[in-house]
């Protein structure tokens, strides 16, 4: 379902926020940790995906969200990854975004896991073949 087809007001948070973000080719590139949003006249538009601890840690706040944010430093030092709405396809159960930006994308907190845990586990690395 892609909640644009329709004029009526969106719940952001239904439609977009913690949803699974996928390449065309079925690349995981992570979830929806927030929006990036500009004001436009009475509204506002949403202008990027946001993925990344870091982005989490920010719409959450409070100790979890300091927690997350120092753990978020661990991964990476830079600001959350920005995926621009322009880059969706399909909004479905996951997010489908086109396949270059998906490949350029990536979750630091994802990629710690499968160095950290997954890599680790005999035959993960036969997994998918």
Do not use: C
């Amino acid at each position: 379902m892609n909640p644009w087809d329709e004029e009526r007001p969106i719940d952001l948070a239904d439609a977009l926020l913690d949803r699974q973000i996928l390449g065309e080719d079925g690349t995981v590139v992570g979830k929806v940790d927030d929006l990036d949003l500009r004001p436009d006249g009475d509204t506002f538009v949403v202008d990027a995906l946001l993925v990344g601890p870091e982005a989490l840690a920010g719409r959450l706040g409070g100790p979890v969200g300091k927690l997350l944010h120092r753990i978020g430093r661990g991964f990476r030092t830079g600001p959350p990854q920005r995926i621009p709405m322009t880059a969706i396809r399909r909004v479905e159960p996951a997010i489908v975004v086109t396949t270059a930006v998906a490949q350029a994308t990536t979750s630091p907190s994802q990629e710690w896991l499968r160095r950290r845990i997954v890599d680790r586990i005999p035959g993960a690395g036969d997994a998918s073949g």
